[in-house]
C-alpha cells in the first residue's frame, strides 16, 4: 500500500502542473483580438480562366490542395496538381505525356529560388493557411 501512495501523490501534483500551462494560456489568445486574423485569412484561390493563362508558361495563381494548373506545353511542362498546402510548403505532382512524373515536394518561398520542370520556372511567393500563391514563368 505504500507504493499506492506514492502513485497517488505525483497524480495530485499532475493537475497542478497542468493547471500552470491554462492559466498562461489567456496571454497567447490575446493576439485573436487584435487585428491580426485578418492577416491570415486565406487567399482566395484563382479561377480557372485565371489558372488557364498559365497555359503560355507565365501566369500568377492562388492554389488550393487538389488545383490543377495547366500544361505550359511550349515549356515542356505540366499540367500540374496541387497535392498539399500546408505549413510546411506546396507539394505539385506532374505527368507527362510520357507518363514520367515529376513531383515537387515542400515548395517554399524562402527555398532560396524557384524550382524548374524542365523550361519552367515555378516559384511559391506566399503561403497563408492551406492556400499559396504560385508564379510560373519560362526559365531565362
Not at 12 to 22: D, L, Q, T
Not at 45 to 57: F, V
Not at 78 to 87: A, E, H, L, N, Q
Not at 131 to 139: E, H, I, N, Q
Given at each position: 500500500?505504500?507504493?499506492?501512495?506514492?502513485?497517488?501523490?505525483?497524480?495530485?501534483?499532475?493537475?497542478?502542473?497542468?493547471?500552470?500551462?491554462?492559466?498562461?494560456?489567456?496571454?497567447?489568445?490575446?493576439?485573436s483580438?487584435?487585428?491580426?486574423?485578418?492577416?491570415?485569412k486565406?487567399?482566395?484561390?484563382?479561377?480557372?480562366?485565371?489558372?488557364?493563362?498559365?497555359?503560355?508558361?507565365?501566369?500568377?495563381?492562388?492554389?488550393?490542395k487538389?488545383?490543377?494548373?495547366?500544361?505550359?506545353?511550349?515549356?515542356?511542362a505540366?499540367?500540374?496538381?496541387?497535392?498539399?498546402?500546408?505549413?510546411e510548403?506546396?507539394?505539385?505532382?506532374?505527368?507527362?505525356?510520357?507518363?514520367?512524373?515529376?513531383?515537387?515536394?515542400?515548395?517554399?518561398?524562402?527555398?532560396?529560388?524557384?524550382?524548374?520542370?524542365?523550361?519552367?520556372?515555378?516559384?511559391?511567393?506566399?503561403?497563408?493557411?492551406d492556400?499559396?500563391?504560385?508564379?510560373?514563368?519560362?526559365?531565362k
Open positions: 500500500s505504500g507504493s499506492g501512495d506514492d502513485t497517488g501523490a505525483p497524480a495530485s501534483a499532475a493537475p497542478s502542473r497542468s493547471a500552470e500551462p491554462s492559466s498562461a494560456s489567456p496571454t497567447p489568445t490575446k493576439p483580438s487584435s487585428p491580426s486574423p485578418t492577416a491570415v486565406p487567399l482566395k484561390p484563382s479561377t480557372p480562366a485565371e489558372l488557364r493563362a498559365c497555359a503560355d508558361g507565365s501566369c500568377t495563381v492562388v492554389v488550393t487538389g488545383t490543377e494548373i495547366p500544361g505550359a506545353a511550349a515549356l515542356r505540366g499540367p500540374f496538381t496541387v497535392s498539399d498546402v500546408g505549413p510548403g506546396v507539394d505539385l505532382s506532374s505527368v507527362d505525356a510520357s507518363g514520367f512524373t515529376s513531383n515537387l515536394l515542400g515548395q517554399r518561398p524562402d527555398q532560396g529560388g524557384p524550382s524548374t520542370v524542365n523550361e519552367l520556372s515555378i516559384a511559391v511567393l506566399t503561403i497563408v493557411g492556400t499559396a500563391k504560385l508564379r510560373l514563368f519560362p526559365v
